[in-house]
DNA sequence: ACGTATATTTACGTGAACGTCAACGTCAAG
DNA sequence: CTTGACGTTGACGTTCACGTAAATATACGT
């Protein structure tokens, strides 16, 4: 067999401590991402919360728009919402069920990435001048240094 | 004359409520500032807060780290006390004064700097990936958007 | 000098994103 | 069958970065 996963029944997901350890945040911290509607942990027969990969990468996602884009949970709540709908487009899709408002979802998912890579790249100009005064002042400091090794050389 | 500067005395600076509106941020945000002491408005005569350009630059920059880079204040003021240091340097070794401890606020300036560089540097990395994941989703989407047109036009 | 638009300090309030604690359930190991 | 390590749901506490309000002083145009 493969690595891992031992073969049979479809994967129940690990434990909440488990994959808080692994991401190096506390479970308090999924259990409110929960709360706020983020993520839904798999409908938990025994009622303990068990993550499959993708509800990991989902926290994962959560983290980069938090620490990257520096959105707040609301907006993360929007942004995967919107590709939430698309994925289960997509679904419908594949069963071949005529499926409402497609037009609707798809626009508004493509609107919500375009805005998205707007921001992105407006980050990543900002910061590529960011770093660019940050080379300027370098300079200036290795300059200082050197006017200070003449002068112990003097 | 030239433009703005009304000549004469040596510019008292702007009052807060000014600064704030020009920067799109509240007054309270300002005192608070200088509250955390990321900056000290000019020692005011009058018993009101006065800023000069470069008070007002200095708002901007921590304004920066923060959306930009995401740091809290302490961070912040750690950054600017660094550069600070520095600056005090350059203004000692301008008027000839024999300064203490030049090598070591050099180095740290240089320190905090690389290590301010190498967190941009990261930051971009990460963004460039996002951005790409995102130009993957734009393209899904816009492969679901065509197949829907040609379902329509079947 | 006077009005009023802004300023000052002091101090308590707030929203977001969790931390922490209590009281309780559950499950594999000994 | 207990023990202990894990889980569960409330519910209240905490930190950060300010918001807001009250009482008072200052600035500036006429």
Known sequence: MGAGVTSGASDPGRLIGDVARQLGISTRTLRYYEERGLIEAQPRATGNRRYRDADVDRVVRIRELQSMMGFNLDEIAAILAA????????????????????????????????????????KLDRLQKFLDELEGNARRYRRVAREIAAERDQ
Chains 1, 2 share one sequence.
């Open 83 to 122: 590709e939430d709908d698309l994925a289960r487009l997509r679904a419908e899709w594949q069963s071949g069920q005529p499926t409402g408002r497609r037009d609707e979802i798809v626009r508004e998912a493509l609107a919500i990435n375009r805005r998205l890579q707007d921001q992105v790249h407006d």
